[in-house]
Every structure is written in C-alpha cells, then in structure tokens.
Nanobody, 121 residues
Framework: QAQLVESGGGLVQPGGSLRLSCAASGFSLDYYSIGWFPHAPGKEREGVSC????????YYADSVKGRFTISRDNAKNTVYRQISSLKPEDTAVYYC??????????????WGQGTQVTVSS
C-alpha cells in the first residue's frame, strides 16, 4: 500500500530550525515530485515548496525563499525539508504530497498525515 509519512515536527523557539522528513513506502519517489503544504490555523492549506522527480529541480514560494530548503535521498526514499529562522507565523501542520512526474504542478496523488510545527517562546 502506497503511503507517505511525515516526521520531525515539534515545538521550537522563534529563530530556531527543524528538519522535516517525508518517507514513502509502497512506491519509489524517483519518479515523483514532492510538495510541502503547511496548513496554518484559520488559513487555507498552501503549497510553498516542491522538488521535482527526475532532476530534482526545487521550487519555493517567495514567502519561504532563503529559509526553507528541500532535498531528497532516493536511496532512503525520503524527502527532507529544512526550515530555519522559524517565525511564529510558520506554525502549522505540514503535509507532504506526491505527484507522479517532473512538474510540481499537481494534482497530487498521495498525501501524508501531517506533522505539527509550533513556533513559540
């Protein structure tokens, strides 16, 4: 059964950093683009970063450029998202999702269960 499992969330102080993981099972991430979608309280879930299948081209929303880094380890079938200089407004449940192909355009076929990130002092 194909599934994605996120991990690495938690409580962190403003200015801190976290590395989130998105591990796939039941299918190979080699041929999938992986997007990260934070869902903040009271807001729509939005895509802010993606790494394409194939060559691993990365895309970032302007709001996260310079603070979020997405990478993949195909040997571990896992995608990582490093988040630095965290702000309280980064508090959200972070979902990863997989789309077959190289385009990061959706629709996304598989979704993880989400991992909570809370930024607070």
């Amino acid at each position: 059964q194909a599934q994605l499992v996120e991990s690495g969330g938690g409580l962190v102080q403003p200015g801190g950093s976290l590395r989130l993981s998105c591990a796939a099972s039941g299918f190979s991430l080699d041929y999938y683009s992986i997007g990260w979608f934070p869902h903040a309280p009271g807001k729509e879930r939005e895509g802010v970063s993606c790494i394409s299948g194939g060559y691993g081209v990365t895309y970032y929303a302007d709001s996260v450029k310079g603070r979020f880094t997405i990478s993949r380890d195909n040997a571990k079938n896992t995608v990582y998202r490093q988040i630095s200089s965290l702000k309280p407004e980064d508090t959200a449940v972070y979902y990863c999702a997989a789309e077959r192909g190289d385009y990061c355009s959706g629709p996304y076929e598989y979704w993880g269960q989400g991992t909570q990130v809370t930024v607070s002092s």
